[in-house]
């Protein structure tokens, strides 16, 4: 005797409230109003029992106690949500007698389907049909429409078209009380002879005389929990005084909200995530450092301009996604201070007070320091490099310390940006404070729609319409919005970075999967490669990969919520902290170092993509190097690595 | 293998399926299955008044020509619409008996396949009786016919269960068939369009097909052996992702029905 049917922890639970249910415009209303909830229904609860072939079991329980949604798992119909059922055999289920039938066809042609569904087969139909048809007693509307019987009428003939199941295990959910006294009398007859051919069973009746007559096991199901499990006679006792009196027995198990297998519903750990995702910013530092070299040297090398080769095949590709993965990295630095630094409270006047003295003011002096070097350097090292613009007098220096020039360093655009970024940050902060996540993201979308929006449908329209940008779009943009072509312009995105970086640290991207990102990831590459291709060189134009274009700052998004979720391993961790401390640093030491390179040492293999990986290599190395022997060197070298530091 | 295997043991439902929507289809109807070869005709007839009397349309052989689209597009269209609502509509079955739940699919696309077979048989009698010469290439329009047939399960596979949770999908889908009709070139030719347009073209894989269908029946030449990888692909490819969605969802569609 061996076991027929194992239940072991079998719960189902039913979700509600999810967006696929309520549908796209009632997510929306209940987001905004903050109602959105989802909530879970556990119909059966960690229920556990095991038979033995043979064995009849019954299932009592008052209504919605789950016995005919657990009946439904052990058909193989819903999936339970945690647990396993093992069954050794066929199983036969008649969960619900009258469905299946179709009210257009006859009722031949419905026996023959319902047949079907149960798993008979045309040869067994055939011999069986005249039995079916006169044991429910419709030999005379055989060739009827099935909707002109009577309800009575479609039970029996269900009713005699099941009981010629032969299954190891049958399951029967209130199928003995159909049609009238004497084919009830019929049909139970029918149904012992079916269990006494052996076939282990899952009985549900309302019925207690019936299970006492007929199961040898029972359970007890209560809201879908475990009552009991076990004697026919103690438990329908049981059963009956709760009925009587509304007391339960004093032995409830079942019910294990902690079970270990269950996937949590709502994050219970958020804060261990939180946290986490904190130190795996040392990681997106570490990438965007990578990613500014990446592309700084890209340029260098692939040249801007008319000066980049004519490239196919793969080196298109390679190129393709060196630009794109390297415009990544200015995204990530603003995404980071507006996750670290747009998070706080400021409305203390002494904590605004510290961070103007702490982050504000050495960052300032640190970006006017770096371009004194530079153009101490300039001065000195680079006379006559045509890059660098020959030697730069003095009223020059003060106008780039008063940002109104920008020095071609490659990286100095960046700098009034971060400045004018810090100098707003507690004002923004506070403005963001109390603002739920919904009103943040409105001059996100602002500044995205008009920058990316404009800027990508512009050029992606100009190249249809061969030559010039759309005038509608260009006046569009530089009249009633005015935030084309100049600074305003890359500030508001930019501004935009660090506010998507504020909505990443309350959240935004949670609830989306990481193979969905994955896939996004893919997908944005894939397109942007087409996009490319496509429209790289029209009439002259050169298609430059900046930051208003969707896709980067798509995938700068998507990247930044990839990586915080990621598990780097503790041996990278304390590299990737100690590169972090100096973020900053280098990207103000990678500059000097790579136009040196570029400059003096022609390492040129006539492969572009060869070519920057090796200065791409050099560059970090080198930078590597001169970050190190600064921070062993005291004071004011550190000082001026040391900025980013007050990021944590 | 365990899926033959599964199927086998389905036949004989499957078989009751598809008998089934063929009843319930015509039911009712006056003219019943001769329906079916009627109303491509109509429309054919209206898209030709339409194109050369009043638009004046100068492609040869255009009855055919036009029949070519009609043929392949229409046949699109019925098994995809009828596919989308196979799954919800015999909610009442799988959500009480275990069946596999791509079998309902399946059977309706027979039945729009048979339909697509009488027309194809309206259609030779077209071409026959316009003069083109029938050779032994036609064989090979077996090839876009098979790949068109896993192309609409597979998209019936995505639509159906698309359709489960999302049922506007069936107003979004009508117009996005109406969107790509006007893309498939059925009633006017790619000629006019510079190459990059044309390659275009080839993004829908409609227009593959019946591109294919006009290369053997009016140009008398078999594409090559891309363009087959092509076709073949586009069918792969969407079957792949419809036994994907459903593979994974399978479990979640009785909650949603």
Known sequence: ?648 | MEIVQKLNKNKFLFQELVHRDFAKKYKRTMLGIAWSMLSPLLSLLVMRLVFTRLLGSSIEHYTVYLFSGQLIFSFFNDSTNEGMMSLLDNSDIFTKVNVPKYLFLFSRNISSLINFGLTMMIYFLFVVADGIPVTWKYLMLLFPVACLVIFNLGVGLILSALYVFFRDIRYLYSIFTMLLMYLSAIFYSIEDFPQIGRNLFLLNPIYLYIRYFRKIVLEGTVPTLQFHLLALGYAVAAFAIGAFIYKKKNHSFLYYV
């Open chain 1, 1 to 648: 005797m061996g076991t027929a049917l194992k239940a072991d922890n079998v719960s189902i639970r039913y979700i509600t409230g999810d967006f696929k249910e309520i549908g796209i415009k009632e997510y929306f209303v209940r987001k905004l109003k903050g109602d959105y909830k989802v909530e879970e229904f556990q119909a059966v609860d960690h229920v556990s029992f095991e038979l033995d072939k043979g064995d009849m079991l019954g299932i009592v329980g008052t209504n919605g106690a789950g016995k005919s949604t657990l009946l439904k798992a052990v058909a193989g119909i819903m999936e339970p949500t945690c647990g396993k059922i093992t069954c050794n055999g066929e199983i036969a289920a008649l969960l619900e007698l009258g469905s299946g039938f179709d009210g257009d066809l006859t009722v031949k042609e419905n026996a023959y389907l319902r047949g079907a569904m149960l798993g008979y087969t045309k040869e067994f139909m055939d011999s069986t049909y005249d039995m079916i048809i006169e044991f429910a007693e419709l030999r005379e509307f055989e060739d009827r429409p099935f909707k002109q019987l009577s309800s009575g009428m479609k039970s029996r003939l269900a009713f005699s078209i099941a009981s010629l199941v032969d299954p190891d295990i049958l399951i029967l959910d209130e199928v003995l009380s159909v049609g009238d006294g004497a084919f009830q009398e019929k049909s139970a007859a029918k149904m012992r002879e079916i269990i006494s051919r052996g076939a282990t069973t899952i009985l549900v009746s309302h019925s207690i005389t019936q299970i006492r007559e007929l199961c040898n096991k029972v359970l007890w199901l209560d809201h879908g929990k475990q009552v009991a499990f076990g004697e026919t006679q103690s438990i329908c006792d049981g059963y009956e005084e709760y009925l009587k009196t509304g007391v339960m027995p004093q032995n409830i198990d079942g019910g294990g909200y902690n079970c270990s297998q269950c996937e949590p519903l709502t994050e219970k750990s958020a804060q261990n995530t939180e946290k986490s995702r904190i130190s795996q910013l040392d990681i997106v530092r570490v990438f965007a450092i990578l990613m500014v070299i990446l592309i700084h040297t890209a340029e260098g090398i692939y040249g801007t301009g008319e000066w980049v080769p004519e490239l196919t095949g793969m080196s298109f590709i390679v190129y393709s996604l060196i630009k794109l993965f390297g415009r990544v990295g200015v995204p990530f630095f603003l995404m980071l201070t507006g996750y670290l630094l747009l998070d706080r409270d400021y409305s203390d006047s002494a904590m605004t007070g510290k961070f103007y003295k702490r982050r504000f003011l050495p960052m300032l002096l640190a970006c006017e320091l770096w371009i004194v070097i530079y153009w101490v350097l300039q001065r000195l090292l680079f006379v006559d490099k045509l890059w660098f613009g020959g030697a730069q007098s003095v009223s020059t220096l003060l106008r780039y310390l008063t940002f109104q020039d920008r020095n071609d360093w490659q990286i100095s655009w960046y700098i009034p940006v971060l400045i004018l970024l810090y100098l707003f940050i507690p004002f923004i902060a506070n403005g963001m404070r109390s603002m739920p996540k919904r009103y943040i993201a409105i001059p996100v979308i602002w500044f995205s729609v008009q920058e990316i929006g404009f800027w990508t449908l512009n050029s992606f329209f100009s190249c249809f319409f061969r030559g010039s940008y759309i005038p509608a779009v260009q006046y569009l943009s530089n009249t009633i919005l005015r935030f084309r072509t100049d600074n305003y312009g890359i500030i508001g995105i930019y501004f935009s970075f660090a506010l998507v970086g504020l909505l990443m640290r309350k959240g935004m991207l949670k609830g989306i999967g990481k193979r969905t990102l994955l896939a996004a990831m893919g997908l944005i590459l894939i397109t942007s490669v087409l996009w490319l291709k496509a429209f790289f060189r029209r009439d002259g134009i050169q298609y430059t990969i900046w930051y208003e274009w969707a896709p980067v700052d798509i995938l700068a998004v998507v990247m930044f919520e990839l990586i915080t979720r990621m598990k780097a391993p503790a041996r990278w961790a304390s590299v990737a902290a100690w590169m972090s401390k100096y973020g900053l640093g280098y990207f103000f030491i990678h500059g000097i170092v790579l136009n040196l390179l570029l400059a003096y040492i022609p390492i040129r293999t006539g492969i572009c993509s060869v070519d920057t990986a090796v200065y791409f290599l050099a560059t970090f190395v080198i930078s590597t190097g001169a970050i190190f022997l600064m921070s062993k060197v005291p004071v004011l070298s550190r000082r001026l690595l040391l900025i980013s530091q007050g990021n944590q």
